[in-house]
């Protein structure tokens, strides 16, 4: 037994390899697995050439292949049971270490698998076994070896290949660690602290805290909660909320296990802002990634037009619907497959936005985290916050998807490009060798164009007013377009090699699209149609939150937090609030502190799901202040670094335990050693309830589990454990909301700021500002900070001077510099210049004293 224990699952299927218990007595499926007749009963692909010697069939394999299956050999016919346990042996070396697919498949498209694996051959030869058991019959099964997809020829030598029945049927217990389960990263110095025990035990039992050099810090006793239905488990809690001490390496011990080592306090969460966003850079399509910049990720441009790729540089409509062809090359790469698709596009976009516009706007946000040169990105020194040049490479994307002028659907965006057929894994972005086509336009599409695009316009306009002004224009003109072709849906199925992203309701694409673009332009006809959506006084908040097919929320979000002149907007701040409880109670319920899935559904992406409420719950701390929602998000965090029923951190890099064999064609690690994990910061789609009615791998493994237990770190599960653009979204927005509570903007609570505008005609504006020392003690060096509303800047300022960077405006010396004593007030003003629309106060201007 060799290469199988370098797999999850093969390691598993090891444990229970051994086939002595077997019932019947194993046959051997296979015609002359020894070569003892030579290659009788075996077939290969006419690019290989070989010979049989000393029962071993070597074969020159030709270098130069896209895919594994370009060079196969084989045996066809094989008779496979339903429910039937199988061991497939096989001894192999080649002439250099080289991954190879080896599998039992149907040989019919889809091309359904029994069992596929990705054994590593070295020079020495190496014996393989692994045990599957069949889910379906076939009379047409067939083994196969999948040896292409080499840059370099080489040789493959195969002897002793055996495929048995009567195997004992391969159990998968996952590593689920100690059963005292926590946030494996860190807990909040003055957060909420709380840890989960699986036990059977019926009564409470005691829990210590040690520190890193095994100190007793902290002890207690549990608190019984018996069964839970997500995890199918019995389980206690341990609330060390009083702890007071911070550092790293500190485990909690309880019923006879010890947690994995945790950090109290620290920067880990400023860590992972930075990693969540990171992550797009090798996500890019149509640009070579420097190793320079993300380090082991490095690789050649994908789909630029250079062979094997048939590049995104001229892409015409699929079945010829459409006699144009559109330059679509660019954007990031949706998932762990080569495709791009406009809604998903755009939500990802504009959940990146608004990581920088919540900085802007909310009291804790701090713009510098996200300044020019915070990321792993190219753009360093062009002046413009690293969050907002990533976004803006897909913005530019999604606006090249649009029908072009004089066409019948003008300004409409296609809903997708993607290859002709599914591709396999693994498959480097410049390798693939397929035609890729854009299916039609879509109302979504088109909606979420607009959306994201009038967004990126407003916080652009600061830093490149040209490119401001073409979002916009892409903006609008999606918008018109989509009024005047309101029910063009994306169908739920699509030809294959891409993913479908139906969707046949688009009300509340309309209704994010209408909200962003009143936000950007203050316009009467997109306030009207926010004010006469009947989604405006709907709850949009209970049900699953939002994601790319239920966008209303992302409306309400941005409309509660982003200043503006909407006649009742204080009943949109109500409503993401109500939001905001609905969502904590659930969580508060849960001995895991996790606030979905309680009626049992895990969706398809279930941990962006998690954060996208912790978003709603992060938003409503910063409309409020209220600590209740700031210590949601930080123990809502919890479940997704590890406190949860398989003691897993779904953040590649983040914990002991994480995922790191996410489905994804190029960090394919799993399948080909030469190959890299995902870049840490990576999430995982994460638990998925039905996961088995989906991918080959749920399929074998996930059919009877509870609901949070529907996840594997197999490469192969792309219904669980798939990463993508809109799911790292969502981690970007909770990570960098965690990031500022600790080191944030610190303003000073003594002292008070009332910002009036006393006057405004049609161009301009004239605000006073009252700074008042509400403490008992002199405030010395006071500097005032604010984000100016879109639409305003600064003309000229009286008994201040103010300086402007983006929309960001920092007065720094109030009172004259001097100290401002307790129950005094400095009063300070400017003139402004404004857009048509009404002048509005910043959400928050804060103090900090120097
Ligand atoms: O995230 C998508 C999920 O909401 C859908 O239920 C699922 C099935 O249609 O597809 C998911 O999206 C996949 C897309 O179709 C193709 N790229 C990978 C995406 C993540 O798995």
Request: aromatic fraction near 10%.
């Amino acid at each position: 037994m060799a290469a199988a224990t370098a797999f999850a699952l093969g390691a598993a299927a090891a444990a229970a390899a051994p086939a002595a218990q077997a019932q019947d007595e194993p046959t051997d499926l296979l015609t002359n697995g020894d070569f003892a007749n030579g290659t009788s009963g075996w077939w290969s692909t006419a690019n290989l050439t070989g010979a049989v010697a000393d029962g071993e069939w070597c074969l020159d394999v030709p270098g130069g292949t896209a895919n594994a299956w370009d060079a196969i050999v084989g045996q066809d016919g094989l008779p496979i049971v339903s429910g039937e346990s199988y061991e497939l042996q096989f001894t192999a070396r080649a002439s250099e270490d080289v991954s190879v697919r080896a599998l039992v498949q149907r040989p019919v498209d889809p091309w359904p698998t029994a069992v596929e694996q990705f054994p590593t051959l070295t020079a020495e030869p190496q014996d393989f076994s692994y045990t599957f058991t069949a889910g379906a019959d076939w009379t047409d099964g067939q083994l196969a070896f999948q040896i292409g997809r080499h840059a370099e020829p080489w040789q493959f030598c195969l002897s002793e290949v055996k495929l048995l029945t009567g195997a004992e049927p391969p159990v998968y217990e996952p590593d689920t660690g100690p059963r005292v389960r926590v946030n494996q990263v860190a807990y909040f110095e003055d957060g909420p602290k709380r840890a989960t025990l699986v036990t059977d035990a019926a009564a409470a039992v005691p829990w210590q805290l040690h520190d890193a050099a095994g100190a007793l810090v902290a002890s207690g006793n549990t608190a019984p909660h018996g069964a839970e239905s997500t995890s199918g488990e019995s389980v206690h809690v341990i609330d060390f909320s009083g702890v007071t001490a911070s550092g790293e390496g500190f485990t909690i011990t309880a019923d006879g296990e010890t947690s994995y080592p945790f950090a109290i306090g620290g920067d880990a969460y400023s860590d992972l802002a930075v990693d969540a966003i990171s992550f797009y850079y090798p996500q890019r399509s149509g640009v070579a990634i420097d190793d320079a910049i993300a380090p082991g990720y490095g690789r050649e441009a994908g789909h630029v037009d250079e062979a094997p790729n048939q590049g995104d540089g001229a892409v015409t409509c699929y079945a010829n619907a459409c006699d144009y062809a559109l330059d679509v090359t660019g954007g990031w790469y949706d998932a762990g497959d080569h495709g791009k698709y406009v809604v998903n596009g755009g939500i990802s976009a504009a959940q990146l936005l608004s990581v920088y516009e919540r900085a802007l706007h909310a009291p804790t946000g701090d713009t510098a985290r996200l300044a020019d040169g915070s990321m792993r990105i190219p753009e360093h020194g062009d002046g413009v916050p690293d969050v907002l040049d990533e976004a803006r490479w897909e913005v530019e994307f999604l606006m090249s998807m649009q029908v072009p002028a004089g066409e019948e659907l003008a300004g409409m965006a296609h809903h997708k490009i993607h290859d002709e057929f599914w591709t396999g894994l693994p498959l480097m972005p410049a390798d693939d060798p397929q035609a890729r086509y854009l299916q039609p336009p879509s109302t979504a599409a088109t909606l979420n164009l607009a959306a994201a695009a009038a967004q990126a316009s407003r916080l652009f306009a600061p830093y490149d007013a040209e490119f401001a002004a073409q979002a916009l224009e892409a903006a609008e003109t999606a918008w018109a377009a989509a009024l005047a072709h309101p029910d063009l849906y994306a169908p739920d199925t699509s030809p294959a090699g891409g993913g479908p992203y139906g969707d046949s309701k688009v009300e509340d694409e309309f209704y994010w699209a209408a909200a962003e673009l009143f936000l950007t332009t203050g316009e009467k006809a997109y306030e009207d149609f926010v004010l006469d959506s009947k989604l405006h006084d709907a709850d949009v908040f209970s049900g699953t939150g939002f994601w790319w097919g239920e966008v209303a929320q992302l409306a309400k979000l941005d409309l509660a937090l982003v200043p503006n002149a909407l006649p009742g907007r204080d009943e949109v701040v109500a409503q993401v609030v109500a939001g905001a409880d609905l969502y904590l109670s659930e969580q508060d319920a849960s001995p895991w502190d996790l606030g979905y899935g309680a009626n049992g559904t895990f969706d398809w992406g279930s941990n962006s799901a998690v954060l996208n409420r912790l978003v709603v719950v992060a938003t409503a701390f910063d409309l409020t202040g209220e600590s209740q929602y700031r210590d949601g998000v930080f123990s809502g965090l919890d479940y997704i670094l590890g406190r949860n029923a398989l003691g897993n951190s779904y953040v590649t890099g983040y914990g002991s335990h994480f995922s790191q064999n996410q489905h994804s064609r190029w960090y394919s690690h799993q399948l080909d050693p030469n190959l890299p994990n995902p870049p840490a910061g990576t999430l995982s789609g994460g638990p998925n309830s039905i996961a088995g009615t989906w991918d080959p791998v749920a399929q074998r493994w996930l059919t009877d589990c509870a609901p949070q237990r529907c996840y594997i770190d197999d490469i192969g599960s792309w219904a669980t454990n798939e990463l993508t653009v809109n799911w790292n979204a969502s981690l970007a927005q909770v990570a960098n909301f965690a990031a500022d509570q600790t080191g944030g903007v610190q303003t000073v609570p003594s002292c008070e700021v009332e910002y009036r505008i006393n006057g405004q005609w049609p161009s301009g504006f004239n605000a006073q500002i009252l700074v008042t020392n509400t403490g008992s003690v002199p405030l010395n060096h006071i500097a005032l900070k604010w984000t100016l509303p879109t639409g305003q800047s600064i003309v000229h300022s009286w008994s201040v001077s103010l300086d402007q960077e983006g929309q960001v405006v920092t007065a720094t010396d109030v009172a004259g510099g001097k100290a401002l004593k307790p129950g005094r007030t400095f009063t300070f003003g400017f003139i402004g210049a404004k857009d048509g629309r009404p002048a509005v106060a910043p959400s928050f201007v804060g103090c900090t004293t120097g």
